[in-house]
Structures are given as C-alpha cells and as structure tokens.
C-alpha cells in the first residue's frame, strides 16, 4: 500500500503559479510512474504530466507551462504550474503506478482554483 499526500493547491490569478507536492509513504522505485491528473466540473479526470526515470510526458493543454519533477531520495513528485488560467481550475491528484507489486494509488485531491 502506499499514501499519498498532497499539498500546494489553493486560490491564484490569472498568470499566477502555483506548486503541488506529493509525498508517498514509502520508497518508490525510480522505474514505476509518479504523476498529476486533474478533474473539472463537469468533466473527465484527464493526465497532465507523470514521470518516470526514464521518460517524462506532459498535455498538451499546459506544455510549456508546467512542469513536471520528482525527488527519489524523497518519494516526491512536484508540479510546478505557471501562467495559470481559468481553464487549469480543477482539483488535481497525485498517481503512483508501482510494478512490484502492481498497483495504483491516488492522492485524496487538492483544488486548484484560477480567478480574478
């Protein structure tokens, strides 16, 4: 099993940043996946960015603005979110895909609201 906790998440303006954090409640291989979702009213929980040792992806909606990082001495994964608009409002999970054994966990959520 594996707890994540989120934080970070709160009320910005327009261009604002914001910076979610994750923690995991143990060791997390570099190998298995870190990585953030979103989910707005109304709408479909989608991926924006995860991470692995090998290779990070992030959505088009926020490449170029987001950014994606994680700390394995840590078992943190970061997202750092820049030039926020209305359309980023949503509330945003933490996802660990471990291999061994498998399984997903997710975080209970932190929303993210982008208003002026």
């Known amino acids: 099993q594996v707890q994540l906790v989120e934080s970070g998440g709160g009320l910005v303006q327009p261009g604002g940043s914001l910076r979610l954090s994750c923690a995991a409640s143990?060791?997390?291989?570099?190998?298995?996946?870190m990585g953030w979702y979103r989910q707005a009213p109304g709408k479909q929980r989608e991926l924006v960015a995860s991470?692995?040792?090998?290779?990070?992806s992030i959505a088009d909606s926020v490449k170029g603005r987001f950014t994606i990082s994680r700390d394995n001495a840590k078992n943190t994964v970061n997202l750092q979110m820049n030039n926020l608009n209305p359309e980023d409002t949503a509330v945003y999970y933490c996802?660990?895909?471990?291999?061994?054994?498998?399984?997903?966990?997710w975080g209970q959520g932190t929303q993210v609201t982008v208003s002026s």
């Open positions: 996802k660990v895909t471990t291999g061994r054994p498998s399984g997903d966990y």
């Open positions: 991470i692995t040792s090998f290779r990070s």
């Open positions: 143990r060791s997390i291989s570099p190998a298995d996946a």
